[in-house]
């Protein structure tokens, strides 16, 4: 129904502030930010934003749930920020974007597994089209491929797939919202980067004004709002749906480079831009006979809710 139809897209579109606020971590990063701090970074994105969230909810996690959140925790934060920006480091330019665009892959084999969720081959071919259309938009020379950071990226992207499929099958407890199971899986991701941060990085650097003013968006409008807005959409719509918004977070990386950082798109990219986000909008139809209304949607999202970092933000 209309109604219906509405609904949907403007929850769909609600999520996807999330990947595109993502998007801007990239230019943050290397214009306010201290050079050399991805763990310390990682770590002030989210311990922070995960202690405010249980601040404003004061809801703690009960029973199986303690492990189950550390588990996710690690899964969607601790384990895949560290990861990532491995990759990044040691990888060229786009590399580590170019593997974890294949995240919706990734995802449709493990939702057919653990959720029943048999993927068509619509989603196969949009899954690899939004996958070539993110590499022209970022791939640049590509220079020698570094094992470890390619062995890394593929590790990160499998953590995110593995954490957003197990949140859908693990659901929520019942009476707890999306804010308070984001704030406890920032929380243990955080708490898990920690001890790593302090051995790889030392203490924390110095920061000036604009140090602080980058983290806190970071903390806030990029970690806290935008994984809100994530979780709040990505229980109510399947796994597929929600992984084929990842791509949008590379395209407004390389948005924001050409806007704010002078960095030139070249026909080949623009090209890319459209293929991806093509295949972002292909991702989101559901197959002819499937019909599902956003009242069916949104009691599915009551019974699951799905979890997923944000994709590798690269030049």
Known sequence: MPANRSALMSLTALTALAPVSWGTTYAVTTQFLPPDRPLFTGLVRALPAGLLLLGITRVLPRGAWWWKAAVLGALNIGAFFPLLFLSAYRLPGGMAAVVGSVGPLFVAGLAAVLLGERPTLRTLLTGIAAAFGVTLVVLKAAGALDGLGVLAALAATASMSTGTVLTKRWGRPEGVGPIALTGWQLTAGGLLIAPLALLVEGAPPALDGRAV??????????????????????????????????????????????????????????????????????????????????????????KHSMDVTGAALRR
């Open 213 to 302: 003013g980058g983290y806190l968006y970071l903390a806030l409008a990029n970690t806290a709002v935008a994984y809100w807005l994530w979780f709040r959409g990505i229980g109510r719509l399947t796994a597929t749906q929600v992984t084929f918004l990842g791509p949008l977070s590379p395209l407004t990386a390389a948005i924001v480079g050409w806007a704010a950082l002078d960095q030139a798109l070249t026909p080949l990219q623009l090209t890319g831009m459209a293929l991806a986000f093509g295949a972002t909008v292909a991702g989101q139809l559901r197959p002819r006979g499937t019909r599902q209304s956003f009242s069916s949607a949104e009691h599915i999202g009551q």
